[in-house]
């Protein structure tokens, strides 16, 4: 799978911590998303994990003593800084945050990250009285002052038994974390509103009319969006993901009340991506209690829902973007240039849903982008993850002119 991790070369620090155990899963989802990873520990550290488990893994000797260099002379604190796209302290105690505060190089590790040039990730770990201490929090400023990125612990139930926060977050979050670092940040400054998943409409209180929308693509799009720095607001049909770091979720569940919630926020926005599957039809009277089954058929009576895309392209400012999806079983070429006419959109990417490949609830997408101007792109399969980033690109070429356009008014 391609990533923006893939062949980076990440080096991940182990501290002498009991959430130790964690950064070995840590290892294995950064070699999965495709990067090179290297280990440094400090001598604690191998108390609670063993470096053979780190080497065994990473293909790599696991560096933790100053004495003894590279296969090829090299001082192994300068050529692994040197090679490094990115370190990661994960979990960084209490001990470690403040030798890195105040410049303190007395082993390995510090001394290595002493040489680091490439970002640097901080995940604390730590009891949440220490976590919560003015030295600690002092420390942790001062090393968000000089560059550091620090990812902040999660809350509950810790290993000494308090509760509060001071849990090393979960290696994918820090994954997530980390490999935003590598994503360029030409959103920020922009509005964006996502809709994403699946909406449902109730003909009595067990039952509803919905599809098999999961989601993924919608939020894979609004994650995108938020790495490269938009501010996000992602308004959700009924899906069991979990809401993208840095971006504002609004939970819905019906057509009309996804039409609220878009109709609110769109007045605001500078670019709005519909890839929610709405409703086309909802029942005219919802039963209040469950309809009880009986001997023959029941006829549920169906009303046309407000046609929120259609809406938007009427209500839409002219510096606003708007991107729109069609999800088609037929004559896709035909149906999403009709719906991008008609819908007064700017852009909009369409795919064949019966496949495997671009179906509703696959990890994968073939989509086709076709442009106002006339233009169209087929795009190969990818996962929607990166498939999310090219229709951000595309967005950024189209609103390139209106930018430049607004910096020539206020000139």
């Known amino acids: 799978m391609h990533s923006v991790l893939s062949e980076k070369k990440i080096v991940l620090c182990v501290c002498g911590g009991i959430a130790a155990y964690k950064s070995v899963e840590l290892l294995r989802l950064f070699q ?20 053979m488990t780190f080497e065994a893994i990473s293909g790599h000797p696991v560096f933790s003593g100053m004495y003894g260099g590279t296969p090829d002379g090299k001082m192994r604190h300068i050529a692994w800084a040197d090679a490094a796209d990115a370190v990661v302290v994960a979990p960084a105690t209490a001990n470690i945050i403040g030798k890195l505060a105040n410049g303190i190089a007395d082993d390995a590790l510090t001394t290595f ?48 038994g308090a509760v509060g926060a001071g849990r090393l977050p979960e290696p994918d979050y820090i994954l997530d974390r980390v490999a935003g670092v590598f994503v360029p940040k030409d959103f920020k400054g922009k509005k964006v509103l996502v809709t994403a998943g699946p909406t449902r409409e ?30 996000v607001v992602l308004v959700s049909g009924p899906t069991a993901l979990k809401t993208p770091f840095g971006v504002s979720r609004v939970d819905v569940v019906s057509a009309g009340e996804m039409a609220a919630a878009v109709f609110e926020y769109m007045v605001d926005m500078d670019i709005i991506i519909k890839v929610a599957a709405v409703s086309d039809y909802a029942p005219v009277d919802t039963a209040e ?4 089954k009986g001997d023959g058929g029941i006829a549920v009576q169906m009303a046309r829902t407000t046609d929120i895309l259609a809406e938007l392209g009427r209500r839409k400012k002219q510096h606003q973007v708007l991107v729109g999806f069609a999800a088609e079983t037929q004559n896709l070429r035909e149906n999403a240039l009709e719906k991008l ?29 076709f442009f106002k101007d006339g233009r169209t792109e087929e795009l190969p399969v990818m996962e929607k993850s990166a498939a999310a980033h090219v229709l951000l690109d595309r967005i950024k070429e189209l609103n390139q002119p209106q930018i430049k356009r607004t910096e020539k008014t206020k000139n």
Do not use: W
Request: proline share 5%; aromatic share 6%; net charge neutral.
């Open 32 to 51: 999965k998303a495709g990067a090179d990873v290297r280990v440094v520990m400090t001598r604690n550290a191998a108390e609670f994990v063993g470096p």
């Open 113 to 160: 990250m002493l040489a680091v040039t490439a970002p640097k990730i901080i995940c604390p770990s730590m009891n949440t009285h220490m976590y919560e201490n003015r030295a600690v929090q002092r420390n942790l400023d001062v090393l968000e002052g000089d560059g550091f990125l620090i990812v902040d612990p999660g809350e509950g139930e810790l290993a000494c």
């Open 202 to 231: 109730f003909i009595d209180p067990v039952r509803f009319v919905s599809n098999p929308s999961s989601g993924k693509m919608g939020y894979a799009v609004a994650k995108a969006a938020a790495d490269r720095g938009g501010d």
């Open 289 to 292: 209690h469950k309809i009880k």
């Open 341 to 369: 006419q008609k819908k007064n959109l700017d852009m909009i990417a369409g795919n064949l849903v019966c496949g495997p490949e671009s179906g509703f609830c696959a990890d994968t997408n073939r989509i086709n982008l």
